[in-house]
């Protein structure tokens, strides 16, 4: 039986964002105790944690008029650069013991480290769709590498195109998505020819 005080009591929504969000605030609070007076808080904390906001209006002309603001919007390059980090750090870690070597290959480590990386760092810019699309590429390729398996760039790229569209159909009317599915590829083509 249900009593009448427990049934009229309201149940709490559970918040799955709530701890993801508390640690991108305690970045947030970190990085403005450490950096507070210096002025740069409010650009590190756009590029470690994708809060804008502490930006002063100055920075953001100085931004505009070099070119350089889309920078201050975590993206997949953001996620990329993360990940490539966290790969040559594994690596470097993983192949100083003779031991770990034993269990698993130190670029299958580093890989693993890598999209361990790209994950929280996409999780703690909030998750945006860019840093979503960068984060399918980079699962799509760490998928095939410790697959054992070589697949051409153009299909881990296609396949991650699918796993896009799949998750969300309408991300493909953005010219971000253009810019993530067509510009990859001209990278890609352009350093086979390096």
């Given at each position: 039986?249900?009593?009448?005080?427990?049934?009229?009591?309201?149940?709490?929504?559970?918040?799955?964002?709530?701890?993801?969000?508390?640690?991108?605030?305690?970045?947030?609070?970190?990085?403005?105790?450490?950096?507070?007076?210096?002025?740069?808080?409010?650009?590190?904390?756009?590029?470690?944690?994708?809060?804008?906001?502490?930006?002063?209006?100055?920075?953001?002309?100085?931004?505009?008029?070099?070119?350089?603001?889309?920078?201050?919007?975590?993206?997949?390059?953001?996620?990329?650069?993360?990940?490539?980090?966290a790969y040559m750090i594994g690596s470097l870690a993983w192949r100083s013991s003779p031991v770990l070597m034993r269990i698993l290959s130190a670029q299958k480590a580093a890989m693993?480290?890598?999209?361990?990386?790209?994950?929280?760092?996409?999780?703690?810019?909030?998750?945006?769709?860019?840093?979503?699309?960068?984060?399918?590429?980079?699962?799509?390729?760490?998928?095939?590498?410790?697959?054992?398996?070589?697949?051409?760039?153009?299909?881990?790229?296609?396949?991650?195109?699918?796993?896009?569209?799949?998750?969300?159909?309408?991300?493909?009317?953005?010219?971000?998505?253009?810019?993530?599915?067509?510009?990859?590829?001209?990278?890609?083509?352009?350093?086979?020819?390096?």
């Open positions: 039986y249900i009593r009448d005080d427990v049934r009229n009591r309201p149940v709490p929504a559970l918040d799955v964002h709530k701890p993801v969000t508390d640690a991108r605030q305690r970045i947030a609070l970190a990085i403005n105790e450490l950096l507070g007076n210096s002025g740069y808080d409010g650009l590190v904390t756009a590029l470690a944690v994708g809060v804008q906001r502490g930006i002063r209006p100055e920075q953001w002309e100085v931004l505009r008029q070099t070119g350089t603001a889309h920078l201050m919007a975590i993206s997949g390059l953001h996620v990329g650069l993360t990940a490539w980090l693993l480290v890598s999209l361990a990386a790209a994950m929280l760092y996409s999780l703690l810019a909030g998750l945006t769709l860019p840093t979503q699309r960068a984060l399918i590429i980079q699962i799509t390729f760490n998928h095939a590498y410790n697959k054992d398996r070589h697949f051409p760039p153009v299909n881990i790229l296609s396949h991650s195109l699918d796993l896009v569209q799949l998750l969300d159909p309408q991300s493909i009317q953005t010219s971000a998505f253009s810019y993530s599915f067509f510009a990859v590829p001209m990278i890609i083509y352009g350093l086979m020819f390096r």
